[in-house]
Structure formats: C-alpha cells, structure tokens
C-alpha cells in the first residue's frame, strides 16, 4: 500500500503491486478456443500481456455525513441514488474506489489490428481486472477487519439505480484519479481504459449487488438475479 497524497490525503491511499494470478489454462476455457495454431497465438499474447499488466486501484476512506430521501453527503460531496442511500442508511463509513486493468496492458493492447484478436485482448484485461477487484476486496476486509462487504458502482443496471453521470463526482470525491492511476472520464462519463471500475464499497451484513434491482433481461453481465421485492422497497415513492 502506497499513501497517495499529503496530510489532507491522509485516507486516500493506491494499490499498484497486485499480483497476477491468472493462467493461460484459464484464458484458453474463457475464451473457448481450442484451434492449435490460435492457442499458439493466444499463449504467447498472453504472457507478454501478464508481463507488462500492472493493475491498479485508487481508494479513500470516507464518511456518510447526511442522507435525506435519495441524497447523500459523503465527505462534502453531495450523490443523489435512491439505491446508494437505502443501501448506506446504516453505514458511516466507505471506500471509494477506482480499479483498473492498467494503462500500460491497455495501451499495449490496442495496438492489435486483427479484430478477433482485439476481442481475446480484452478479455484477458477484463480477467486482470476481476482479479484486481477480488484482491482488493481482499486487502479491505483484512486491513479493516470487516468481515462482509458490498458494492455500489454509478451506471450499473438501471438508469434509476445511480446515474452514470455522478461518476464525475465519485472521482471528485477520490481526487487525482488520472494522476495517480492514469484513469480518466469521457465526457460521457465512461472510463478509461475501459477495462475499469468504480463504486463505494462498504461493510454490510448482506451481500448487495447491483444486479438484484436491474430489469434489463439477458445480461451476459449479470452477477445476481433481479430481486423483485427489493426493487419494490427501494423505489416505493415511485
């Protein structure tokens, strides 16, 4: 763990030596590809890519001040979610965060012209990433003692669930994100490399995700099923 600012800082703080753990084996049963001479191909990518990785996550440590109906006041910063202020009604304190796969596997990456091969790249991006997240996840639970948590993250699932557009203010309320990690928004909020994400994740004694209160059908990404009852509960004033 590095401390990434001064006195004023002192609750933000980057990960950028995350180990890497993934295995061409599990690569070749993601992607499905079994061709010789594409195994071949992907095999050597792949090592370079694991070689030159180097995932990256920015955090700070904040306090919930104020929520009043879908209002939210996290360090001075104001969020206004319906689903981020039901979920941290009963948490004083998260952890703002940005992962990513890294700007340095990303740039390499994209020098890929043939189109398929571009798709295999950011497959092993997005693994890099997953496995980031997990080890962050990881280091929080112990470095804090916390037992359980969830996440938040702006424009997962519904429209409704926390606007995308707030992304600007979650990285307001980090500070020096592209700096520190070289992640930056489009002016519509995406990030990039794209192969990254966002959120506060808290302590809870259950285990939110995003997905439960999205209504979008047949999402590849789909990590829980739509929770009816909890929709129902969370957006009652509709």
């Not at 590095?2 to 084996?25: C, F, H, R």
Request: charged content about 30%; hydrophobic content about 35%.
């Amino acid at each position: 763990m590095v401390q990434a600012g001064g006195m004023e800082e002192k609750m933000k703080y980057k990960l950028d030596n995350i180990p890497i753990t993934t295995t061409i084996e599990e690569v070749l049963k993601k992607l499905r590809i079994e061709e010789s001479d594409d195994v071949a191909m992907i095999t050597e990518l792949f090592a370079t890519a694991k070689e030159i990785a180097k995932p990256k996550v920015l955090y700070k440590e904040a306090f919930v001040e104020e929520i009043s109906g879908n209002h939210i006041r996290i360090d001075g910063i104001d969020f206004e979610s319906d689903v981020v202020a039901a979920n941290l009604k009963d948490v004083h304190r998260v952890f703002a965060y940005v992962c990513t796969c890294g700007t340095e596997v990303d740039d390499w990456s994209r020098k890929e012209k043939d189109y398929v091969v571009s798709l295999w790249l950011d497959m092993v991006k997005e693994m890099f990433l997953h496995e980031a997240s997990n080890y962050f996840k990881e280091y929080l639970k112990k470095s804090y003692q916390i037992q359980k948590l969830s996440a938040v993250n702006p424009g997962s699932g519904n429209v409704e669930n926390w606007n995308i557009s707030q992304q600007s203010l979650l990285f307001e309320l980090i500070g020096d994100v592209k700096e520190e990690i070289g992640v930056s928004l489009t002016d519509t909020f995406l990030m990039y490399p794209i192969k990254s994400t966002s959120g506060l994740i808290y302590p809870s004694e259950t285990d939110f995700v995003n997905c439960s209160l999205c209504t979008r059908e047949n999402c590849q990404g789909r990590r829980a099923e739509f929770d009816k009852e909890l929709y129902a509960q969370t957006f009652s004033h509709f």
